[in-house]
C-alpha cells in the first residue's frame, strides 16, 4: 500500500521560513516524479514544485527563488524548503507521486492528505 504522510506545516509571519517533508512508504521515490502541490480557500489546486526523475526541478513561478524542492532517496522522504513566506503562499500542501519522468497534474497517482500553511501579515 503506497502512503504519502506530510509534515511540517503551521502558521508563521510573513518574512519566515518553513520545511515540509513527505514520508512514503509503498513506492521507492528515486524511481518517481515528485511534486507539491497546495490549495487555498475559494482558489483551484496550484502546482507549487516539481523534482522530476532526473532530478531536474520546475517551480511556479509565484515561488521561484523562495521554495526549494528535494529529495533524500535514503530516507525515501520529499522536502519543500519555503523561505520568504507571504500571505499568498496560504493553503493546504499536498505531496504526490507521477511514475512517468516529467507530469501534469492528471498524471500523478499518489496523493497525500495535506499539511496546512497558515502565513499571517
Known amino acids: 500500500r503506497v502512503q504519502l504522510v506530510e509534515s511540517g506545516g503551521g502558521s508563521v509571519q510573513a518574512g519566515g521560513s518553513l520545511r515540509l517533508s513527505c514520508a512514503a512508504s509503498?513506492?521507492?521515490?528515486?524511481?518517481?516524479?515528485m511534486g507539491w502541490f497546495r490549495q487555498a480557500p475559494g482558489k483551484e489546486d496550484e502546482g507549487v514544485a516539481a523534482?522530476?526523475?532526473?532530478?531536474?526541478?520546475t517551480f511556479a513561478d509565484s515561488v521561484k527563488d523562495r521554495f526549494t524542492i528535494s529529495k533524500d532517496n535514503a530516507k525515501n522522504t520529499l522536502f519543500l524548503q519555503m523561505n520568504s513566506l507571504r500571505p499568498g503562499d496560504t493553503g493546504l500542501y499536498y505531496c504526490?507521486?507521477?511514475?512517468?519522468?516529467?507530469?501534469?497534474?492528471?498524471?500523478?497517482?499518489?496523493w497525500g492528505q495535506g499539511t496546512q500553511v497558515t502565513v499571517s501579515s
Open positions: 509503498g513506492i521507492t521515490l528515486s524511481r518517481f516524479s
Open positions: 504526490a507521486a507521477c511514475f512517468w519522468a516529467r507530469c501534469e497534474k492528471n498524471q500523478y497517482s499518489y
Open positions: 523534482i522530476h526523475t532526473d532530478g531536474s526541478t
